[in-house]
Nanobody, 128 residues
Framework: VQLQASGGGLVQPGGSPRLSCAAS????????VAWFREASENEREFVAA??????????SYSGSVKGRFTISRDNAKNTVYLQMNSLKPEDTGVYYC????????????????????WGQGTLVTVSS
């Protein structure tokens, strides 16, 4: 499995960019895909996750982005998106998409070590 993240850049406060994570080689029937961000070195923060398990989909978000960010998937394109709205300067960071085979429970979703596959990261800078 390979993940390719894109969509970052310089965004003004209040902006609404969309990040993409294209997956290739994905054959799992159950999996969890998530977005993390890294604002400081060696500190990867959970942002959002989408779990597909036994045909059921579940979404989870960190408290700091809930209501502003939305994770979704386009099955035809095998791509996961992170729609970010009402961006704040504290949303600045390198955003990574990650994938784990199987449906992770919520507590596991927030732990970077739970994921086997990672994209290369895309930088989002929120500044005027």
């Amino acid at each position: 499995v390979q993940l390719q993240a894109s969509g970052g850049g310089l965004v003004q406060p209040g902006g609404s960019p969309r990040l993409s994570c294209a997956a290739s080689g994905l054959t799992f029937s159950s999996y969890t895909v998530a977005w993390f961000r890294e604002a400081s070195e060696n500190e990867r923060e959970f942002v959002a996750a989408r779990r597909l398990n036994n045909g059921n989909t579940h979404y989870s978000y960190s408290g700091s982005v809930k209501g502003r960010f939305t994770i979704s998937r386009d099955n035809a394109k095998n791509t996961v998106y992170l729609q970010m709205n009402s961006l704040k300067p504290e949303d600045t960071g390198v955003y990574y998409c990650a994938l784990s085979e199987g449906g992770l429970i919520v507590s596991q979703q927030k732990i970077p070590a739970s994921y086997t596959y990672w994209g290369q990261g895309t930088l989002v800078t929120v500044s005027s």
